[in-house]
Every structure is written in structure tokens, then in C-alpha cells.
């Protein structure tokens, strides 16, 4: 069974730092990689998509993307205590029908 | 552009109670997804769409849930008869085509509580 897997957390960061989300995914021809942002009691929302290896930008977002290892990560530079909420990594592999798989998500708390 | 519609938004049943949801896409978007979210978990694909074929529903517990998409724009989610482990947000999302580079949109769920 195709598995992606996150640390739960709670990941708790000052104002202003770096948090560093990642999540590891166990099928080989994973093609495309989401990051998703889930507020409490709200519906996930995309924030990065990224399907190459190497560093994707966009604003205070980075995402990373290590094939070989099998990992992606998400960094927001400059925390702020609204992106405390839940950040969910998705998995589409190539192929067949794209049938997408989450990790749990990982829970950020961005304290001022 | 209107986003994934849902209906209802919250719901309260009984056990052994049969309950229906109702998720109309993005227009124009092919794909379309139901999830079940339970508290403290990702969303889990329960059934997947391309126009108003089943794509994947390896996850769909079949003997009480089934999920229909007639004429490639709407769909309905039933449960019959619900469990008190069906507890959870049922989340729909839609994508313009069934890619791997398909971005999901979601609609706002609806909250199930079964007692």
C-alpha cells in the first residue's frame, strides 16, 4: 500500500523563524507533490505544487523535492501566527489513474 | 469562478440511519473526488470520477457506502446503514482532468456526527 507519512507534531516555532515541514512517501513512481494548508474546522487548500527535483519558491514558501530520497519538505521563512494550521503533503503517482494520497498532516503552531 | 458546492453542511444521525451527500464541482472540472477526514487524520479517497466513470474506489466500504456521478457533474455519497465509526468530514474536490498534475480544489465539507 502506497503510504506517505508525516510527522503528527504539534511543530511549534517563534514568530518570525523558519518551520521546516517534511514527509517521505513509499511509492517509487510518485510523480507529482502538493502541499496543503488546513485551518481548524476549514477544508484543505493548495499552497505549493512541485514535480521536479530541487527547490520550488513562491513568496514565504519553499518547496523541496529529494526523488532519489524518496522525500519533500515544506520551509515558510518568516513565520507568522497566521500559518498555524495543519500543512498536508499529497502524492500523485505517474501513471495509471492518479489516484492521490495524503499523509495525516502535520500540525504548526506559530507562537508570537 | 465558484468553488466545490457541498450540501449539507453539518448532519446528525443515528446509528443504523441512512444519510446522503450532495457535491457539485468547478465547471468544467472532470475529475471528482469524495474524501472522509476523520479528526486528527488525513483525508482518505473513498472514490474517485472521471466524467461519470469510477476511477479508483478500492477504499469505498461497499457494503453500506455507494457514490454515483450521472451525467459527469454532480454526485452524491450515501451511507445505508451509518456506523458510529462514519463519524467525520466528507470532504468532495474536483480537478480539470485526471492527471498527475490535476490541483484539487475542495469544497468545505460536510460534517458528520453519528450517535
Known amino acids: 500500500q502506497k503510504e506517505v507519512e508525516q510527522n503528527s507534531g504539534p511543530l511549534s516555532v517563534p514568530e518570525g523563524a523558519i518551520a521546516s515541514l517534511n514527509c517521505t512517501y513509499s511509492?517509487?513512481?510518485?510523480?507529482?507533490f502538493f502541499w496543503y494548508r488546513q485551518y481548524s474546522g476549514k477544508s484543505p487548500e493548495l499552497i505549493m505544487s512541485i514535480y521536479s527535483n530541487g527547490d520550488k519558491e513562491d513568496g514565504r514558501f519553499t518547496a523541496q523535492l529529494n526523488k532519489a530520497s524518496q522525500y519533500v519538505s515544506l520551509l515558510i521563512r518568516d513565520s507568522q501566527p497566521s500559518d498555524s494550521a495543519t500543512y498536508l503533503c499529497a502524492v500523485i503517482p505517474s501513471g495509471g489513474s492518479y489516484i492521490p494520497t495524503f499523509g495525516r498532516g502535520t500540525s504548526l503552531i506559530v507562537h508570537p | 469562478e465558484a468553488g466545490v458546492a457541498q450540501s449539507p453542511r453539518y448532519k446528525i444521525i443515528e446509528k443504523r440511519q441512512s444519510v446522503a451527500f450532495w457535491c457539485n464541482p468547478i465547471s468544467g472540472h472532470a475529475t471528482l473526488y469524495w474524501y472522509q477526514q476523520i479528526l486528527g487524520q488525513g483525508p482518505k479517497l473513498l472514490i474517485q470520477?472521471?466524467?461519470?466513470?469510477?476511477?479508483?474506489d478500492s477504499q469505498l466500504p461497499k457494503d453500506r457506502f455507494s457514490a454515483e456521478r450521472l451525467k459527469g457533474v454532480d454526485s452524491t455519497l450515501k451511507i445505508q446503514p451509518a456506523k458510529l465509526e462514519d463519524s467525520a468530514v466528507y470532504l468532495c474536490?474536483?480537478?480539470?482532468?485526471?492527471?498527475?498534475?490535476?490541483?484539487?480544489?475542495f469544497g468545505p465539507g460536510t460534517r458528520l456526527l453519528v450517535l
Open positions: 474536490a474536483s480537478s480539470t482532468a485526471g492527471t498527475s498534475r490535476g490541483t484539487q480544489y
Open positions: 470520477f472521471q466524467n461519470n466513470g469510477v476511477v479508483d
Open positions: 511509492d517509487r513512481v510518485s510523480q507529482s
